[in-house]
């Protein structure tokens, strides 16, 4: 086994422990931009394993699926903060409708 290939593994496991820690934050979270952040974060984590994951298999075939997530968890956190921020995440003005 590679040096290299240890330190994928521990920074595997040192991502697993750190999303259970964030999950709970998601679930016991004081308030809701707390969750938020920590889902965010989960999003963040997760792109991360499955970049480590690529690395460790020698393959390339993940990236597309590290895109996706990515996209997804920007998507996610923009829709939350607009909610957060309006109470609704589409708004719509009727008095400027034609």
Same mark, same amino acid.
């Given at each position: 086994m590679h040096w290299l290939d240890i330190l994928i593994y521990i920074s595997l496991a040192i991502l697993v422990i #750190? &999303?259970? +820690? &964030?999950?709970? /934050?998601? @679930?016991?979270?004081?308030?809701?931009? !707390? /969750? @938020?952040? #920590?889902? !965010?974060?989960?999003?963040? #984590?997760?792109?991360?394993? @499955? #970049?480590?994951?690529?690395?460790?298999? !020698?393959?390339? &075939? +993940? +990236?597309?699926?590290?895109?996706l997530l990515s996209i997804l968890a920007f998507i996610g956190t923009v829709a939350f903060s607009k909610y957060l921020e309006r109470g609704a995440i589409i708004h719509h003005d009727r008095d400027n409708d034609l």
């Open positions: #750190a &999303m259970l +820690f &964030m999950l709970y /934050r998601v @679930v016991k979270g004081p308030t809701t931009p !707390d /969750r @938020v952040i #920590a889902l !965010d974060s989960i999003g963040i #984590a997760l792109i991360s394993v @499955v #970049a480590l994951l690529s690395i460790l298999l !020698d393959t390339t &075939m +993940f +990236f597309e699926v590290i895109l």
